[in-house]
């Protein structure tokens, strides 16, 4: 691979895909790669772990075996990303690779989004949590039980998109 994926993913503007799509496509024509996307992570520039994020998903929503031995150290140094791109992704990773979790990944990346749905502030964070953990508390009575308090939290928040999914499934929670 003669150009990295950090180069790759870096410039144009924040909110655009950038190369990500085809940083995705030559993943999905050599998973041995994703190591190198992995690292992308570690970039000082902000917008290609946002990419990176991005394009972990697609390749998740394909191959999500590809992704699940990963999950170790998306457990431990992903949860540990202070951007918020990074965390609503990891929401919906977790989502896709439950059925790949052990039961301590599993505990362990619930517990990662109910801190984020009771501390982060991001919008799309606060969406996609309440969304996965609005599911996963379906098999999961303590869960089902925490679950309403935070989200009377924020069923008067601001943010319309928050205040609307927080009353949806406050709800719709037993």
């Not at 410039?11 to 190369?19: A, E, I, M, Q, V």
Request: aromatic share 8%; net charge negative; glycine share 2%.
């Amino acid at each position: 691979m003669p150009e990295s994926f950090e180069s790759m993913l870096t410039g144009g503007h924040p909110n655009s895909l950038g190369r990500t799509l085809e940083v995705v496509d030559l993943i999905l024509q050599d998973h041995h790669l994703l190591e190198d996307l992995y690292s992308c992570y570690q970039s000082e520039d902000e917008v290609v772990r946002l990419r990176t994020s991005n394009a972990m998903k697609r390749i998740c929503k394909v191959h999500p075996e590809w992704i699940a031995p990963f999950l170790p150290r998306l457990l431990k140094e992903l949860t540990q990303l202070d951007q918020a791109s990074a965390q609503w992704t990891l929401a919906q990773l977790f989502a896709m690779l439950e059925g790949y979790m052990t039961e301590d990944q599993w505990a362990a990346a619930r517990d990662h989004m109910k801190h984020n749905l009771a501390h982060h502030t991001d919008w799309i964070v606060l969406n996609t949590t309440m969304e996965v953990l609005f599911d996963w508390s379906k098999k999961d009575p303590p869960l089902r039980e925490w679950l309403p308090s935070q989200l009377e939290r924020h069923v008067n928040d601001s943010r319309k998109s928050v205040s609307k999914r927080a009353t949806k499934y406050l709800n719709k929670v037993d």
